[in-house]
């Protein structure tokens, strides 16, 4: 990960910019940069990951023109070779094609990019900034005005914490310029339905998301994989130990006394024969950590904070122990495929709307758990189930294939791998568990049981009454509500809301956002 941030105007004070600037060094702790472009400040943290010299760092310019941007551009060779004519190239870094492709291109060029990534331009002809961000947000992006309402863009929330009054998610699959957000992709919405049967399907998502493992391989830093055990995290790695010509490195974490997925970790470990660790972690650890986490976060969301209770403490580990600087993940399956509790969707049609809902609140949950658990211990997360061909493709298959009908969730995905020796079928073919419920129920039930010490039922009840925004409905989600505004006052419409089930559909009007509430549950995590 890198971290950019950019105030687009001037008048800027550089000390509260630098202060700003400075509460997400650890995203990018190899080298600092905040220029001057004579209308605004850029700043940049660096994380090398692709371009490890000196001459990858950034800002990146070009005539009086100035480009930072936290990404991986992939198939960024093919763009340089076609611009290399009329353009010099002094690095290896994937970023330094942007500024001659938006020479070339103009904003058109965002829909090009084949990339997860947040960048800033500064156009040096116009004066004005440009700014863009993924199609799914997958590298995150933040905006608000300041008191004479110059737009400030920065990496995390915090650091514009001081500088604006209300900040907000930058919109993934927009660009913006002129003073307005433009859609340039909107990557849930399938144009078309994809009508190929069933066995074709399969085949396309088995190559494709074989490719987007692929692709996310290629670093000059060393990679590492998370593995929970699940089937996302397993396919991932099992893929990527075919294309390696040496074993992985692959990471499990559970409680010390419950960890349900271990076992499961290590059995597919053993099968793709990876070098693998398992980092055990006790409910003080937990506990200790839950103010960290939120912090790190920027959120009250109750699924995000339990799921990355166990992320951030074995990114914490693989930080502290290893000189592994790129995290494979599994996350994005869910959203494609459904979760547990979509096998209660009544239709086709409403599955596949509320994947769209998912996949384009993302940014808001999941990516952003991954992202901040990653990159707060100066590592660069790659997520294969979000290449945008794979996306692009699942989200256009008919639902009527997608929903489940053959009594076993995202049978689609598990169809795909039934040949080519990836998994045993025990994976392959195991229900799904929560992540924060399958590094061991115990971590769930000690944060619930924590949080209950803190509030009377009769203070409960009035607490939550100050909040009219996503407003907190067990002691749980008022703890990390109050905990987040500690950190981030008054600015909680940065999450739309909580992360729920589907409280329209039977079955699913539940109190309580894991899947071990559901009817369905059944020998899930066991």
């Not at 991954?370 to 699942?394: H, K, M, Q, T, W």
Request: contains cysteine.
């Amino acid at each position: 990960m890198c971290s950019i941030m950019a105030y687009c105007g001037s008048g800027a004070t550089r000390e509260a910019f630098c202060e700003g600037f400075e509460r997400t060094i650890s995203r990018g702790p190899d080298d600092s940069r905040i220029i001057d472009t004579g209308n605004g400040l850029i700043g940049f943290h660096r994380l090398a990951i692709m371009g490890l010299t000196p001459s990858g760092m950034q800002p990146f310019a070009l005539d009086g023109s100035y480009v930072v941007c936290n990404g991986e551009i992939y198939g960024f060779e093919k763009w340089k070779k076609q611009l290399a004519g009329r353009y010099e190239f002094e690095s290896d870094s994937d970023c330094e094609i942007l500024l001659p492709m938006y020479r070339e291109y103009g904003t058109d060029m965002f829909g090009m990019l084949d990339a997860e990534y947040a960048c800033i331009i500064y156009d040096g002809k116009t004066g004005e900034y440009i700014a863009a961000r993924d199609p799914i947000g997958i590298r995150p992006l933040y905006y608000g005005y300041d008191k004479n309402g110059v737009i400030i863009f920065a990496s995390e929330a915090k650091n514009l914490l001081g500088l604006a009054d209300k900040i907000m998610p930058f919109p993934p699959g927009h660009f913006y310029k002129g003073g307005r957000f433009i859609c340039y992709r909107d990557i849930a919405h399938a144009e078309t339905v994809c009508r190929d049967d069933l066995e074709t399907v399969c085949h396309n998502i088995h190559d494709k998301l074989v490719a987007g493992v692929e692709k996310r391989l290629v670093a000059d830093a060393k990679v590492g994989f998370l593995l929970s055990g699940g089937l996302d995290s397993s396919l991932v790695c099992a893929i990527a130990a075919k294309k390696s010509s040496a074993p992985i490195k692959t990471f499990a974490i559970g409680m010390s006394e419950d960890a349900i997925d271990l076992k499961y970790a290590k059995q597919v470990a053993d099968y793709i024969g990876s070098d693998h660790k398992e980092v055990i972690i006790t409910k003080e650890d937990v506990l200790s950590s839950l103010k960290t986490v939120i912090e790190l976060l920027g959120t009250f969301d109750i699924t995000t904070i339990r799921a990355s209770m166990g992320m951030y403490l074995v990114c914490k580990a693989i930080h502290e122990k290893t000189d592994i600087r790129v995290l494979l993940t599994g996350e994005i399956s869910d959203e494609l495929f459904g979760y547990k509790y979509t096998d209660f969707a009544p239709d086709a049609g409403a599955f596949q709307e509320e994947a769209e809902k998912r996949i384009r609140e993302l940014h808001m949950y999941d990516v952003l758990r991954a992202d901040r658990c990653i990159s707060v211990n100066s590592l660069e997360a790659r997520v294969p189930f979000g290449d945008l061909d794979f996306v692009s493709y699942v989200m256009s298959v008919n639902p009527e294939l997608k929903i489940n009908k053959y009594g076993k969730g995202k049978y689609l995905l598990r169809h795909a791998f039934e040949e080519g020796d990836y998994l045993p079928d025990e994976i392959l073919w195991r229900e799904k568990a929560a992540f924060s419920d399958a590094v061991g129920h115990s971590m769930v039930d000690y944060l619930k049981e924590y949080a209950e010490q803190f509030y009377s039922d009769e203070e409960f009840t009035a607490e939550c009454k100050k909040y009219t925004h996503a407003r907190p409905f067990t002691k749980e989600s008022l703890l990390y509500r109050e905990i987040f505004e500690s950190y981030y006052p008054g600015q909680a419409e940065m999450i739309v809301d909580f992360w729920m089930p589907n409280k329209s559909w039977e079955g699913c009007n539940v109190n309580d956002p894991s899947a071990r509430v559901l009817a369905n549950y059944g020998d899930s995590g066991k």
